[in-house]
């Protein structure tokens, strides 16, 4: 193209930016004096947020035993600081990138059903190698693809060719962005992620999920790596990246391995199994988004 997709996507005006409170939260994580008070106070100054995240913390998907919980004080109490700060993440960025219309609704639906998947394998896998993420492998795999998302929606027509070039020469998607766009989702996700001030891990999954040995944030990257292809093996794609792959071959599982977490002790036939309803689990988080009685993503 003449014109530099990467470029022309880092000046647009419209790009999506996530809400302020979320951006501060984000920014109190960091914090070495960061309090639940401070993070529930600052929640609480966008009340359809805090609704919102507080519908999550009620949900079957994080709830903690039968109580329901009433304020994001008992809900940091009951599930930690980590995790709310992780759900604010995740309420905002899924808030801002609903899907919409059609053609672009299917394709939107199928991007966040990998994504979820993605998280919610890292998260299985995460357990079983007592990685002890502290629900980061979840947002990871939330996040991992997000400049996907960006190409769709301002390069749709050069998108859906790339998509359909790495089906017709059976190459990673990647491949074909770079040949078609002259970028890839992860240089695009990349930006994003700094763009919105994301934390170095989301910023160093977006930009190496596919190389993952040249993370800084190695041990997580290598996790969303494993965990995106084995969602891509149940299906959960949102296009192209059909080739096959043989698990304890891919890098990922190297570097975990030499890491020291026991990845010897899982046995992938079973583990495979073990995610067979994968697909109910995608479906009951996204219903933890939605507004009672309505379809779809929360969104305004």
Not at 164 to 192: N, Q, R, W
Not at 199 to 207: C, F, H, K, R, V
Request: hydrophobic share 40%; aromatic share 8%; with cysteine.
């Amino acid at each position: 193209m003449d014109i530099s997709v990467f470029d022309t996507i880092k000046n647009i005006d419209d790009l999506p930016t996530l809400p302020s409170v979320a951006m501060e939260v984000i920014g109190l994580s960091r914090s070495a004096e960061v309090s639940i008070n401070k993070v529930s106070e600052c929640i609480y100054k966008d009340p359809p947020l805090a609704t919102k995240v507080l519908r999550v913390a009620n949900s079957a998907f994080y709830r903690r035993g039968a109580t329901e919980v009433d304020t994001l004080h008992r809900a940091i109490l009951m599930m930690g600081l980590n995790e709310i700060i992780n759900i604010t993440t995740s309420v905002s960025v899924l808030s801002i990138l609903p899907p919409k219309g059609s053609e672009g609704e299917t394709l939107r639906k199928a991007f966040w059903d990998h994504c979820i998947a993605t998280g919610l394998i890292a998260r299985h896998i995460d357990k079983k190698l007592g990685m002890r993420s502290m629900g980061r492998e979840f947002v990871g795999g939330l996040l991992h693809d997000i400049g996907k998302i960006i190409l769709d929606e301002y390069f749709h027509k050069e998108y859906m060719e790339a998509h359909a070039f790495s089906i017709d020469v059976d190459c990673p998607m990647y491949e074909a962005e770079l040949e078609v766009l002259g970028t890839t989702h992860m240089e695009i996700g990349h930006f994003l992620a700094q763009k919105w001030d994301l934390p170095g891990y989301i910023a160093d999954i977006t930009l190496y999920h596919h190389q993952p040995g040249e993370a800084q944030y190695k041990d997580i990257t290598a996790l969303i790596s494993i965990s995106d292809l084995l969602a891509k093996a149940k299906e959960f794609s949102c296009g192209g990246d059909r080739l096959s792959f043989v698990l304890t071959d891919q890098p990922a599982w190297h570097m975990l391995k030499q890491m020291g977490y026991p990845v010897h002790m899982i046995d992938i036939e079973r583990f495979t199994f073990e995610i067979e309803d994968i697909g109910k689990e995608v479906n009951n988080y996204i219903s933890t988004f939605s507004e009672p009685g309505a379809e779809g993503f929360v969104h305004e």
